[in-house]
């Protein structure tokens, strides 16, 4: 079986919409799906990009906001432009990986998109991570305590060393095997290629070496 | 009838196997199709890039070789990696503004999308372009005459600022009315919405204010 590693960053407008429909596709397709956040800055800069929004042309970044207009509202899923962007995912980054394999994980990833893409709230602060963990009636205090441990921060900044080596300039990226599918509108490719790879043994290992 | 702008550049890896498709959904979808061709670098640079994939980031510029590799694939096309990239669609571009509108002009524009990634052909050649012509049974000569004449050069220059006003900023763009789509793999959802507009006067012109 081989799984989906869902890449993604909180304050990533595409990671949205794909965060919020990753586990209904990963149950459709059988696949075992691996939440995967990180920070996207510290990767872009290591690429050689800024990494701010701020210098794409002005042209791209008003068709990001139509685009994911459009795109949320044929999912089926709320929207409005955040008064700030993008947000530092830090903080919930953390603590979603305090909630790696926990029932809660994905409800929590969920929650914090939802914030910060449909609600415009600031998830850098303290309080929303906190009222989030509330909502899902976990003890806040203890998990932003182990969020905020020398363990968990070197966790994190493993993650950004790991998406460099795999590969990832931007996020969302799912990667199958050592196969990267870069965007939103590669998920239901992804999850097809890993259904397809589960079948065929170490198929999702093989790069096409045309493309090395 | 609200027609579908299909905006491309010859260089370009993803208008390659959106050009190849194009109008066949154009009939599927009951959608007129322009073609437009662009020379994407001047456009960049008025955005503020080099418009020099070798300014991209390593690992980007691998995956979007891979990628086009298995989009080609999935859509049953000849794909082969360009010794050279980009090439440039000057030449080409100008001679397509010579067939608009002509019975010849999807079947030239194919030609040489294939000749460039399909049979690694240098399509800024002289010779290349009027074999391509000859193929298809036209007075190559005389094209290119035309194609080397102050108009159409004018022409092409004029669809440079055109693309800027218009908000494009990178290739293949889908225009319909106002409403751009960015992307090979945006295609088939520009040709729904140009089916869907029709149907709605007017809609395809109204742009969703939050993106302004």
């Not at 990001?64 to 899923?77: A, K, M, N, P, V």
């Not at 998109?113 to 449909?118: D, K, R, V």
Request: charge should be positive.
């Amino acid at each position: 079986m081989v799984p989906l590693e869902f890449w993604f960053d909180f304050g990533s407008t595409y990671s949205y919409p794909a965060a919020m429909r990753a586990e209904e596709l990963a149950k459709a397709h059988n696949v075992a799906l691996k939440w995967r956040p990180f920070l996207l800055g510290p990767v872009m800069k290591m690429h050689g990009h800024s990494g701010t929004p701020a210098d794409l042309p002005a042209a791209k970044l008003q068709y990001i906001w139509r685009d994911t207009d459009r795109i949320c509202t044929s999912q089926g899923i709320e929207f409005r432009r955040p008064s700030t962007f993008p947000r530092s995912g830090l903080l919930a980054a953390r603590v979603a990986l305090c909630g790696t394999g926990t029932p809660w994980e994905g409800d929590f990833i969920r929650a914090v998109f939802h914030s910060n893409f449909a609600k415009d709230r600031e998830i850098a602060d303290t309080v929303v991570i906190e009222e989030i963990l509330g909502t899902l009636g976990l003890d806040a205090k203890q998990i932003l305590a182990v969020a905020r441990s020398e363990r968990i921060k070197q966790l994190l900044r493993q993650r950004t060393t790991a998406a460099s080596r795999w590969g990832i300039f931007g996020a969302p990226t799912s990667l199958v095997g050592q196969e990267l599918f870069w965007g939103q509108d590669r998920l239901e490719q992804a999850f097809r290629w890993a259904g397809t790879s589960s079948l065929v043994p170490g198929s999702a290992s093989v790069r096409d070496t045309r493309a090395q």
